[in-house]
């Protein structure tokens, strides 16, 4: 089950999964720029079998840091499932994914948090039959 976004404007599911096809848009139409940029360079690079985002922006709008930022798409938590992981210790996954999105997040308004969580498909599979 996902849960959809109270933000009654944007209307876009609070999770999203890709699956290694990304539909073809034009950057400039989308509501969500940031998050369709986080989608497509993961899923460029890394070929994800799953790929999950959540843009949590909107619980952190009021907060301090968050006072005149001219973007409403600063926090994310991402879990991705990805054979480029195998023989990688966390904290090497996480640096592939900073160095992919250094971009968004050094610039003015970008990324100014982001959770991640990821995941061998094996390490995945163990999780659903731990679930299961």
Partial sequence: MYLRSSLSSLRRPLFSTVSSTLPSR????????????IREKLTTSLTPSTLLIRN?????AHHAPMQGSTSRETHFH???TSPAFQSK????RHRMI???LKDEMSREGGIHALQLKT????EEQRELEKQG
């Fill in 89 to 92: 210790m966390q904290a090497a």
């Fill in 26 to 37: 034009t950057m400039s139409s989308s509501a969500t720029p940031v998050e369709d940029l």
């Fill in 98 to 100: 900073y160095a992919l």
């Fill in 119 to 122: 995941r061998t498909p094996e």
């Fill in 56 to 60: 949590d922006s909107h619980l952190h």
């Fill in 78 to 80: 991402v879990t991705i």
